[in-house]
């Protein structure tokens, strides 16, 4: 089966807050295993990052009902590209811990140190993706 890594930016709709945060966190975590879906979800200042990890056909299937949840609005794609492995295969949905992110990371690739995927390009997420996963800030068992 082919491997596809898809990123996304959206802003959360005015009324999500903690509580339905942690209600896609769970969804995730029960949803995600059935289909081969791994992956990681950022949240920070009303906007959402998410990498997304598996089958081309479950990842697309998944990005579509994204695209269409009211909870989010602003859907973009930041970047999709085939995979000879995954870089999240420990979490069903793992969440970046933005309470224990220095913001000299963010600086590092944006012009503040604000999370803003919708103003810098797909790779630069990614590489900031890739830091928060280095630097360990993942809340959530893994698998």
Request: neutral net charge; proline residues 2%.
């Amino acid at each position: 089966m082919m491997l596809v890594r898809l990123m996304y930016a959206s802003r959360a709709a005015a009324d999500v807050g903690q509580d339905e945060l942690v209600a896609i966190l769970r969804q995730s975590k029960q949803n995600n295993p059935a289909v081969g879906i791994t992956g990681l979800l950022c949240f920070s200042g009303g906007v959402f990052i998410q990498a997304l990890e598996g089958g081309r056909a479950a990842v697309s299937h998944l990005y579509n009902r994204i695209a269409a949840d009211k909870r989010h609005t602003d859907v973009v794609l930041l970047s999709y590209e085939e995979i000879g492995e995954r870089r999240f295969a420990g979490w069903s949905m793992g969440q970046v811990n933005m309470g224990r992110l220095n913001p000299a990371l963010l600086l590092k690739y944006s012009a503040t140190a604000v999370l803003d995927p919708h103003s810098v390009s797909g790779k630069i997420s990614m590489s900031l993706f890739d830091e928060l996963v280095a630097t360990a800030s993942i809340m959530g068992e893994r698998g």
